[in-house]
């Protein structure tokens, strides 16, 4: 299961990453922690990337792409991983796609969790009283200042990414304001009930009755615990193309017929 986790900052991504790891057996790619991680250990990338950081501003794509890119080829991400933060400009998501093409992998969907800036604002505002409360180190970038500067790059840089993945058919929204089982409902039926497929593609289902089940409650439906999306991509792509055509005529046929 590769997946993407994509919002603005104070959305909630790492809480329900979190949640995803544990889920699926996958690996958390936050390219936030990890230049915090290279800021705090002095690498060459942590030196280069700390006073961006801390004025809210984005890293320069080829630091995050080739960070992004190395950490993919770790053997403990093989299962699959979920990117939180990556990519965050366009010219990153093309990078990923290319990268990922050439490893011979692709993406099992795109979350966007949809958020109120105004309500954002506050979330951070809390998040930080909470921290500074339980006696620890408060981020850098998470200063009310600082923070409308992230959330304005990322409306001009990253905000543009939602059209990019609809586009391709990999988009599934979620509403990010609800409260965090809500939020984790909702991407779990994302995924449970609308996998997607190769690049991105929309995968079809693996029988044509299922589409029609509508209304079945998140209670009520079968759990499949993440399984079908790894399943369905793995089909041959020849395949996949033939048995959407049986389908295909097989409802053109039940139209008919009623
Ligand atoms: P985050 O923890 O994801 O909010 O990231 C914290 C900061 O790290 C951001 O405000 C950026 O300065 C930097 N950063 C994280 N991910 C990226 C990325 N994909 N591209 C550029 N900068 C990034």
Same mark, same amino acid.
């Given at each position: 299961m590769r997946l993407i986790l994509l919002g603005p900052p104070g959305a909630g991504k790492g809480t329900q990453a979190k949640r995803l790891v544990e889920k699926y057996g996958i690996v958390p790619l936050s390219t936030g922690d990890m230049l915090r991680k290279a800021v705090k250990a002095g690498t060459p990338v942590g030196q280069k990337a700390k006073h961006i950081i801390e004025r809210g501003e984005l890293v320069p794509d080829d630091v995050v792409v080739a960070i992004v890119s190395d950490r993919i080829e770790q053997p403990d991400a093989k299962n699959g991983f979920i990117l939180d933060g990556f990519p965050r400009t366009v010219p990153q998501a093309e990078a990923l796609e290319r990268m990922l093409r050439e490893k011979g992998l692709s993406l099992d969907g795109v979350i966007e969790l949809k958020c109120d800036e105004g309500i954002l604002l506050k979330r951070i505002e809390n998040r930080i009283a909470q921290t500074a409360s339980r006696g620890e180190t408060v981020r850098a970038d998470d200063d009310p200042e600082v923070l409308k500067k992230r959330l304005a790059a990322y409306r001009q840089q990253t905000a543009p990414l939602v059209e990019y993945y609809r586009k391709k058919g990999a988009l599934r929204t979620v509403d990010g304001m609800a409260a965090i089982p809500a939020v984790a409902a909702a991407i779990d039926r994302c995924l449970d009930a609308d996998p997607v497929g190769r690049a991105g593609t929309p995968k079809k289902r *693996? =029988?044509? %009755?299922? *589409? =029609? &089940? $509508? %209304? &079945?409650s998140a209670k009520t439906a079968p759990k &499949? *615990? %993440? $399984? &079908?999306p790894t399943q369905v991509s793995r089909r041959p792509a020849k395949r996949r193309a033939m048995q959407r055509k049986t389908r295909k005529k097989a409802a053109q046929k039940g139209v008919r017929r009623g």
């Open positions: *693996a =029988s044509p %009755g299922r *589409a =029609s &089940r $509508k %209304g &079945r &499949r *615990a %993440g $399984k &079908r």
